[in-house]
């Protein structure tokens, strides 16, 4: 398995502007996370999913952030409209609950906001 | 609500010496803790993985330890080398919820 995959690895863009970042977990595992890593805060979740349901989004910001999982294979992070605040690393991991639980983590999206 | 907390918060050692990377947790109710290490701009890779049920992990010059009761779990890196330089994080999973990660601690070996 070519591990989880993030795409894209880096993104700068304009305040204001839609910003989609994607995530391709592990082929099996039914938990995936969102994780948002900044020097001040460190690594911090968004949300996660378990069986493609969200179980825990309390730590989606605001209104701007959104999460999707349409399949077992497949997630979206969106952030709309961006801001500079948003500007940090985003890693999705993933899991399989009901085994060991280990967590697997992407390379990250650097995401900057202009 | 879970609490991770880690000690040094950045250390420098010359190479080959052995170290002790501490990681303590507010809710000894979990189910598994894990190690990992970054590099800069890097992603995470999972060094060790400790179920609850389990006193220790071994993987190679590593080796961690957990006691629930204490809330604590140590890494111990074995004779270091330059390549081990990187931040160590750990993260602690309570049953149902999602992994908690302590803020890391940042690691040069020197040669």
């Known amino acids: 398995d070519a591990g989880v995959i993030q795409s894209p690895r880096h993104e700068v863009t304009e305040m204001g502007q839609e910003v989609t970042l994607r995530c391709k977990p592990i082929?099996?595992?039914?938990?995936l996370f969102w994780y948002r890593q900044t020097m001040m805060r460190g690594l911090e979740l968004l949300i996660y999913?378990?069986?493609?349901?969200?179980?825990?989004d309390s730590g989606m910001p605001e209104d701007r952030f959104s999460a999707k999982m349409p399949n077992a294979s497949f997630s979206t992070l969106k952030i709309q409209p961006s801001e500079p605040r948003d500007s940090a690393v985003y890693f999705c991991a993933s899991s399989y609950q009901g085994g060991n639980v280990e967590a697997f983590f992407g390379q990250g999206t650097r995401l900057t906001v202009v | 609500k879970q609490e991770v907390t880690q000690i040094p918060a950045a250390l420098s050692v010359p190479e080959g010496e052995n170290l002790v990377l501490n990681c303590s947790f507010t809710d000894s109710a979990i189910y598994n803790l894990q190690w990992f290490r970054q590099d800069p701009g890097k992603g995470l890779t999972s060094l060790l993985l400790?179920?609850?049920?389990?006193r220790e992990q071994t993987s190679g010059r590593l080796n961690a330890s957990l006691d629930k009761s204490s809330g604590r779990s140590t890494l111990y890196i074995a004779a270091s080398q330059p390549g081990d330089s990187a931040t160590y994080l750990c993260?602690?999973?309570?049953?149902?919820?999602?992994?908690?990660f302590g803020p890391g601690t940042r690691l040069s070996v020197l040669p």
């Open positions: 082929s099996g595992h039914n938990s």
């Open positions: 993260a602690v999973k309570n049953y149902g919820q999602n992994f908690v």
């Open positions: 999913f378990n069986n493609n349901v969200p179980i825990d």
């Open positions: 400790i179920q609850s049920s389990q």
